[in-house]
């Protein structure tokens, strides 16, 4: 399980982060092949539910979750550390 924990890491939580703040909120329907390629590492049925195995198994939180925490980080930042944000963040504002 370690070694699944390290591939999920390496090459997979970086990829659910890259822009969850945007596709995050959708509906299960849409992120099915996403839960999909969770319950395939995990090693677990097709019926498992995703939200507790992540956070048992790897340590780390559901998607949902993983929306609000980064949402939670991007307000942050923009409220107290504006220079960290990228300059085309403020031309949309």
Known sequence: MVIL???YFAFVHQHILYGI???GNNSNVHLKK???LLR???N???????KDNSIVNFGTLAIPELHTR???ILVHNFLHHPH???ILLFQII
Request: charged share 15%; aromatic share 8%; glycine share 0%.
């Open 21 to 23: 703040e945007i596709y």
């Open 84 to 86: 960290l944000l990228p």
């Open 70 to 72: 980064q949402l939670l």
């Open 5 to 7: 924990k390290n591939i």
């Open 44 to 50: 677990k049925p097709n019926k498992f539910p995703v």
């Open 34 to 36: 996403l839960i999909t």
């Open 40 to 42: 395939i590492l995990q």
